[in-house]
């Protein structure tokens, strides 16, 4: 009898060492998201993915994953069905690209398996924090790639040969260029924002400090697709919860409108690439579209491929719109799947938590306007985004067992 305590003792201490190191992979990926020609985000998300299968199979979890399956059974089902156009697409058009299969394959076993890992860990209890965890990793990760905006102001430094970020020509940080810069800012800002939201008490002048510090970075990153982010996401947030925002949500957003018209006057730079934002300048983005347009109609059914975009004819090596970026991969057949999932997800934050509903609106938002779907900036936000929704599933299943139920979602 004492053997049997002692080995289940020892078994339970290996599983919570099983879950300090899944937090400590995941914290290394989510920290290398925005990093620019660096392959430890890739590689951290395939070591997280091999440490569920061996936690599967080690302690004999397989029932337990075939249940989180069984749950999540109609998203299955779907990325399933989305995978195979991607993969018939790839045959009909007869492409031998790694480039292109890389893209295949960061959709279907870097991102899709990853979070089925992220919510059976979770399910698990060994990743009970998980999502507060995940929201601090990632304001950590997008508040250091702020520091490296901050350090082009001050220090000229390049972090990227042959890019360089400065107030004038908008700040790159780590990453490619600004409006990749501007996409990690406008997210830094809105998880604050949601930060701050939770709080019942009085706004800590840490998380004020560092919204402003977002919103500057946002700002002289010079791009508008991620501004249009954070006002989207600020109309349907009041438009949602007018009724039950409180004094200080009302001044913080008062604030940011302040701080924003204070820059856009005082700033000629500013000032110019709103005023081309509101007289219509889509930065050749129509001519793209145009373009984009009657190239899917040539493939209707499963368009061309994933990452396959013709830059010699567009001129864009993505159609910076997610609609046509769909259309032109997988056709109308991968199209009609990907409208299935977008219902889906916006299905179950109605069911679960509408706090969600005005990311889910900014974010299609700027996709129409900027950033390659099968991206790792992209695809990485989408997973950490579904996690943070259908991970509800999992209370809710829990709770119904008896266990104590998560409540970290609950606002309103």
């Avoid at 060492?17 to 290394?28: N, R």
């Avoid at 302690?59 to 991607?86: E, G, P």
């Avoid at 007018?242 to 500013?270: C, E, G, T, Y």
Wanted: aromatic share 18%; net charge positive; charged share 15%.
């Amino acid at each position: 009898m004492r053997i049997r305590l002692r080995a289940l003792k020892e078994t339970s201490h290996v599983k919570i060492l099983f879950g300090h190191f899944f937090a400590t992979v995941l914290f290394a990926a989510i920290l290398s998201i925005p990093l620019a020609n660096v392959q430890i985000y890739p590689k951290a998300m395939v070591v997280l993915i091999l440490l569920t299968c061996l936690y599967i199979f080690s302690f004999k979890r397989v029932h337990a994953f075939l249940n989180i399956l069984l749950l999540y059974k109609d998203l299955v089902i779907l990325i399933a069905t989305l995978s195979a156009c991607m993969i018939a697409s790839m045959f009909l058009n007869r492409i031998t690209s790694s480039y292109s299969w890389d893209g295949v394959y960061q959709v279907i076993f870097i991102h899709f398996f990853g979070l089925l890992a992220l919510l059976f860990f979770y399910r698990e209890g060994l990743f009970e924090r998980g999502k507060k965890l995940i929201l601090f990793f990632m304001i950590l990760s997008f508040g250091i790639e702020l520091i490296s905006g901050f350090a082009q102001i001050f220090f000229q430094l390049n972090f990227i040969k042959g890019i360089f970020g400065s107030l004038q020509d908008g700040l790159t940080g780590t990453t490619i260029n600004r409006n990749i810069f501007g996409f990690y800012m406008a997210f830094g800002t809105v998880l604050v924002f949601f930060k701050i939201m939770k709080l019942q008490k009085a706004i800590k002048m840490r998380y004020l400090v560092l919204q402003i510090l977002f919103l500057v970075g946002l700002l002289f990153s010079y791009s508008r697709a991620s501004w249009v982010f954070v006002f989207a996401f600020m109309l349907s947030y009041t438009a949602l919860f007018f009724k039950q925002m409180r004094q200080k949500d009302i001044l913080l957003f008062l604030s940011v409108f302040f701080l924003f018209a204070i820059a856009f006057v005082f700033s000629d730079a500013l000032g110019d690439r709103f005023s081309s934002m509101i007289e219509g300048d889509s930065s050749n983005r129509f001519e793209i579209w145009q373009t984009t347009i009657q190239l899917i109609k040539q493939k209707l059914l499963l368009g061309y491929g994933v990452r396959n975009f013709d830059f010699e004819i567009t001129g864009a090596y993505f159609p910076h719109n997610f609609i046509l970026d769909i259309l032109y991969s997988v056709g109308i057949l991968g199209f009609s799947v990907s409208v299935v999932l977008l219902i889906l997800t916006y299905k179950e934050i109605i069911k679960t938590n509408l706090i969600y509903l005005p990311l889910f609106f900014s974010f299609f938002a700027i996709m129409q306007f900027d950033h390659d779907i099968t991206s790792r900036r992209a695809l990485s936000m989408l997973m950490l985004f579904a996690f943070f929704i259908f991970s509800k599933r999992v209370d809710i299943s829990d709770a119904k067992r008896g266990k104590s139920y998560n409540n970290f979602d609950i606002k309103y």
